[in-house]
T-cell receptor
Framework: GQQLNQSPQSMFIQEGEDVSMNCTSS?????WLWYKQDPGEGPVLLIA?????ELTSNGRLTAQFGITRKDSFLNISASIPSDVGIYFC?????????????FGTGTRLTIIP | DVKVTQSSRYLVKRTGEKVFLECVQD?????MFWYRQDPGLGLRLIYF???????EKGDIPEGYSVSREKKERFSLILESASTNQTSMYLC???????????FGQGTRLTVV
């Protein structure tokens, strides 16, 4: 089955730094989602994107749906300790409808004290 | 709040045992999913179900089966556990036609 290529695989940053990660695919997706997984928990949805070129913010998080529909980006500004975790992108070919999500390989974010 | 509950947080089983992982959701969701999560591989879909008694294979169904006898419950079965099935297993559910999947807290299974 297809997986999305997500980079970087891991990041070590200092508190207050900005973070950028991205997800690429060889196929077109019509929906992009970004999830965060806290240590010991299941993933939780952060942002959903439905239109090519769309830029959506959720607090300090900003995500963009790539214009080619084959990629997506997530930025976190002014990182804080609770941002630690694993971030996953996910794509879906339809806007709605019973179709499975394809997940990226994850980006593990660690904040160095 | 949506609640997806997995029956165990940690499990240790022996090679060859039949293993049942249970998942229950309380939001009347039509769709339910089982994923496994491994470092560097992300989340890979094992099986999913869009309705009671319906099941479809995901990307890595080999060595697994599922059961959905009631809408709220989706069980993952390892017919004969092997060491390469040591992993974190995540259950998720969603409304029919919706994008957002809600996840359980995960079951970390170790097969020895």
């Amino acid at each position: 089955g297809q997986q999305l290529n997500q980079s970087p695989q891991s990041m070590f940053i200092q508190e207050g730094e900005d973070v950028s990660m991205n997800c690429t695919s060889s196929s077109i997706f019509n929906t992009w989602l970004w999830y965060k997984q806290d240590p010991g928990e299941g993933p939780v949805l952060l942002i959903a994107l439905y239109k090519a070129g769309e830029l959506t913010s959720n607090g300090r998080l900003t995500a963009q749906f790539g214009i080619t529909r084959k990629d997506s980006f997530l930025n976190i500004s002014a990182s804080i300790p609770s941002d630690v975790g694993i971030y996953f992108c996910a794509g879906q070919r339809r806007h709605f409808g019973n179709e499975k999500l394809t997940f990226g390989t994850g980006t593990r974010l660690t904040i160095i004290p | 709040d949506v609640k997806v509950t997995q029956s165990s947080r940690y499990l240790v089983k022996r090679t060859g045992e039949k293993v049942f992982l249970e998942c229950v959701q309380d939001m009347d969701h039509e769709n339910m999913f089982w994923y496994r999560q491994d470092p560097g591989l992300g989340l890979r879909l094992i099986y999913f179900s869009y309705d009671v008694k319906m099941k479809e294979k995901g990307d890595i169904p080999e060595g697994y089966s599922v059961s959905r006898e009631k809408k709220e419950r989706f069980s993952l079965i390892l017919e004969s556990a092997s060491t390469n099935q040591t992993s974190m297993y995540l259950c998720a559910s969603s409304f029919g036609g919706a994008n957002e999947a809600f996840f359980g807290q995960g079951t970390r299974l170790t097969v020895v």
